[in-house]
């Protein structure tokens, strides 16, 4: 039985900035987390984006109010999949994390087309770009486009979505972050191979963003704009509907504050 990868090196310093920004950063070799809390790491190492409002339960109220800089190291460049092993084995050795899945009934989203004759939104095009498994972190940067944004990645700041040679997934994962009740979103598009997104709205509310602490001025937002809902169906030809269903809810068992170094 091979023994589960593990970071060799990880700091955990207790942040008291108070400032609303936070920041993942990973280079081959390093994780820097700056200014997280629980909730966002147990999102990263189990759900790999936000995880859906009420699929964690069991959380103390320290997991959003604590805020923590970790540092973890490793001698390998790693998979998405070998990093979120990662990151659970350091939240059940730093924060006693144990925890377990359960199904549950749940109000969901269900993406479809809005068009009855499969057709897309004008802001949803096809993209012929290649992307490997490790998306653009596979050594071979790609040149960004005139808007920044690197091929085969998706960038989002408060109403506005850019994604170049992106998945439906990837777009999806992004949006349970923007609608404001963060409920699971569950992809019945059948749109398959990556696009072009472009992406803008008026959120509901002010939005905070991950994002790294000495990042530009966030995009002002058109206070004018559309709807996420309608946002979706008139530039990118996609409906949101709600619906209930069964979905996984990850239940803590038991959590602590962690050992500081």
């Known amino acids: 039985d091979k023994a589960q990868p593990r970071f060799e090196v990880t700091s955990v310093k207790e942040n008291k900035s108070g400032s609303r920004q936070s920041n993942f950063a990973t280079t081959p070799g390093r994780v820097t987390a700056t200014n997280v809390n629980l909730y966002q790491l147990i999102s990263v190492a ?23 800089d970790i540092i973890a190291t490793t001698n390998s460049e790693l998979s998405r999949d070998e990093f979120q092993v990662m990151m659970r084995a350091l939240l059940a050795d730093r924060f006693r994390l144990r925890l377990h899945e359960e199904s549950r009934e749940r109000p969901i989203y269900v993406l479809t087309l809005a068009h009855t004759d499969g ?5 949803l095009r096809r993209s012929d770009i290649e992307c490997g498994n ?57 749109l398959d191979g990556r696009f072009d997104v472009d992406l803008e709205w008026t959120p509901d509310n002010a939005v905070v963003n991950l994002r790294p602490l000495d990042a530009a001025p966030l995009p002002v937002v058109d206070p004018n704009g559309p709807p996420l809902v309608t946002a979706l169906r008139e530039q990118l030809g996609l409906r949101l509907d709600a619906r209930k269903s069964s979905a996984t809810v990850w239940v803590i068992e038991r959590v602590e504050r962690p050992t500081i170094n």
């Open 119 to 123: 057709s897309m939104g004008p802001q």
């Open 46 to 68: 189990y759900n790999g984006a936000p995880m859906p409002m009420g699929t964690l339960e069991g959380a103390p109220n320290w997991a959003v109010s604590d805020h923590y």
């Open 134 to 190: 490790g998306a653009a972190t596979d050594g071979q940067r790609r040149e960004a486009g005139n808007d920044a944004v690197q091929p085969c990645q998706l960038r989002t700041f408060p109403g506005k979505m850019t994604g170049r040679a992106v998945t439906i997934d990837m777009l999806v994962k992004t949006l349970v972050g923007a609608v404001e009740d963060h409920r699971e979103i569950r992809d019945q598009t059948g």
